[in-house]
């Protein structure tokens, strides 16, 4: 059971353009993470959301928590080239599990 | 500063063989430390993960094991591999008492042929 579906799982869209990410789910989670992944690299953390209705801003990044912290968004403003890469969301629960990912959005902004 | 070391990058492997992969953690103590494994272009598989020396908690049986004979080195193993364990492999660690904030290595990629 897949418990974070992301939306879409690819994208490709020009230089300049914005574009919206989605993160959702059924279930609450304590935080959730943006992870950032080039190929063959370890994901890289962007940004925590914690609270339900949190907004964080991170340059041209926007990520924002559902008030029922199931869900999460992640818009762009103005894609750069140097935005194309694999974008991860991660759940996490209480405790010492493990985050519970989606199957993550292939981003390629296009010059 | 914490960092997060992995090796190999890369190993190509027969099927029936051994698996050894290692990874460190720098710069913390008690680390929570988790391993994963990424199929091609896609989310993350919680493979394993420990909570201190000795301590190993298995998300999903497999062909695989996992050990924690220190502090802040955590190892996947394999006593046969098989052709499905193909994938890439990341290693991570949380600091204790924080967030479910986790910090990746830079990954092993292994190909079973």
């Known amino acids: 059971t897949q418990l974070l579906e992301q939306s879409p799982q690819f994208l490709s869209i020009q230089e300049g353009e914005n574009l919206t990410v989605y993160c959702n789910s059924s279930?609450?989670?304590?935080?959730l993470q943006w992870y950032r992944q080039e190929p063959g690299e370890g994901p890289v953390l962007l940004v925590t959301?914690?609270?339900?209705?949190e907004v964080k801003k991170l340059k041209r990044l926007t990520f924002q928590f559902g008030d029922a912290r199931k869900d999460s968004s992640l818009h762009i403003t103005a894609a750069q080239p140097g935005d194309t890469g694999l974008y991860l969301c991660?759940?996490?629960?209480?405790?010492?599990?493990?985050?519970?990912f989606g199957k993550g959005t292939h981003l390629i902004i296009q010059p | 500063s914490q960092t997060i070391h992995q090796w190999p990058a890369t190993l190509v492997q027969p099927v029936g063989s051994p698996l050894s992969l290692e990874c460190t953690v720098e710069?913390?103590?008690?680390?929570?430390l988790y391993w994963y494994r990424q199929a091609a272009g896609r989310g993350l598989q919680l493979l394993f993960y420990?909570?201190?020396?000795?301590?190993i908690s298995s998300e999903v049986p497999q062909n695989l094991s996992a050990s924690r004979p220190q502090d802040r080195q955590f190892i996947l193993s394999s006593k046969k591999l098989l052709l499905s364990d193909s994938g890439f492999y990341l290693c991570?660690?949380?600091?204790?008492?924080?967030?479910?904030?986790?910090?990746f290595g830079a990954g092993t990629r292994l190909s079973v042929l």
């Open positions: 991570a660690w949380r600091q204790l008492g924080a967030r479910n904030i986790q910090y």
């Open positions: 279930s609450v989670f304590s935080s």
């Open positions: 959301v914690v609270t339900g209705g």
């Open positions: 991660a759940g996490a629960k209480g405790g010492a599990d493990g985050l519970t």
């Open positions: 710069g913390t103590s008690n680390p929570n």
């Open positions: 420990s909570v201190g020396i000795g301590q």
